[in-house]
């Protein structure tokens, strides 16, 4: 249901994209985000952004990761400058959507790589 891509390598300091596309089945959608998983560590919210644009971000990221959508085209963007090695992990996108007939519900991306090197 969702398409992520954009993750790769970076080095601390420059800057990437991730984009998430959610497919044609997905009709309806509320809160689209990121969430990151580094190795040994629990799965934590990068940040979030409503259907009305409002958004909220980890401490960690803010003033450095801009999240963003479109609605037409149901695809959310995590704009990431001057990451860091800490930054690494791999991202997964979120939607709270409904789908065609279907009641709402949680939907999660397959995850990309993101690796900065220092």
């Known amino acids: 249901q969702l398409q992520a891509s954009g993750g790769g390598l970076v080095q601390a300091g420059g800057s990437l994209r991730l984009s998430c596309a959610a497919s044609g089945r997905i009709s309806s959608i509320d809160v689209m985000g990121w969430y990151r998983q580094a190795p040994g560590k629990q799965r934590e919210s990068v940040a979030i952004?409503?259907?009305?644009?409002?958004?909220d971000y980890a401490e960690s990221v803010k003033g450095r990761f801009t999240i963003s959508r479109d609605n037409a085209k149901k695809t959310v963007y995590l704009q990431m400058n001057s990451p860091k090695p800490d930054d690494t992990a791999v991202y997964y996108c979120?939607?709270?959507?409904?789908?065609?007939?279907?009641?709402?519900?949680?939907?999660w991306g397959h995850g990309t790589q993101v690796t900065v090197s220092s």
């Open positions: 952004i409503t259907s009305v644009g409002s958004t």
């Open positions: 979120y939607v709270r959507a409904r789908a065609y007939g279907l009641a709402w519900s949680d939907y």
